[in-house]
């Protein structure tokens, strides 16, 4: 696990952010943070650096967690004893079924993109993330800058991982959904945070980032 700082301005308020697949910071650097210090965790082969990012966030006053699409199903795992740690739990695009027919990716589409994965692959999973070719086109100028053979070997990881340990908890507090996901059906995201309370769904893709100026218009997002 890569853990970078996205942001630091000396708060003693930060959010920690953990990323979906095959990512790294380039993405996300265009969002501003105003008064959060911004931690970012990606590429998920090795979860050992755990204690270090926990104690990095027992430094600050106060947490908050914004989770997306796979980084939903780590941060689960990684936090499900330590949730004091959060004021908040933000969950967007994912589920704590991640590989599931009815409430996450199907089993056969993951396998496949496992399969079929090489650059060509990677970059239709891409546009497919980004909802189509106009939004593509603005993600490619800030995509990650990571070996398709690196993000394969983390794919296959998270696969593990997903299939060894079936999640019966939750941490989130509070759930984003995308409407035009094309990663994540929609209609299992909806069956996935059913009885989920603090929901707010969006008409926007699975990688819906360019949407917000600033991580603190992501943390204060109304929910009513």
Request: glycine share 4%; with cysteine.
């Amino acid at each position: 696990m890569k853990i970078k700082y996205l942001h630091k301005n000396k708060s003693t308020k930060l959010i920690l952010f953990m990323s979906g697949w095959g990512c790294d910071e380039m993405p996300f650097m265009r969002i501003n943070s105003d008064d959060y210090d911004v931690l970012m965790c990606y590429d998920y082969r090795d979860l050992s650096q755990i204690q270090e990012l926990k104690e990095a966030l027992k430094a600050y006053q106060e947490c908050h967690l914004i989770a997306w699409s796979l980084g939903v199903f780590i941060s689960s795992i990684l936090f499900k004893d330590d949730q004091e740690l959060f004021q908040t739990c933000l969950a967007i695009n994912g589920s704590l079924s991640p590989i599931d027919d009815e409430k996450g990716i199907p089993s056969a589409i993951f396998q496949g993109t496992i399969n079929g994965l090489n650059e060509k692959g990677r970059d239709k999973f891409f546009m497919r993330m980004c909802g189509g070719r106009s939004g593509y086109a603005d993600f490619v100028e800030h995509q990650p800058q990571r070996l398709v053979e690196d993000q394969k070997e983390e794919l296959i990881c998270l696969q593990n991982m997903i299939l060894k340990e079936a999640i019966t908890w939750d941490i989130f507090d509070k759930v984003l959904l995308s409407s035009r996901d094309m990663i994540f059906p929609f209609k299992n995201l909806e069956k996935a945070w059913e009885n989920k309370s603090q929901k707010l769904i969006f008409n926007l893709p699975h990688f819906c980032f360019s949407e917000w100026r600033s991580w603190d218009e992501i943390l204060e997002v109304d929910m009513s």
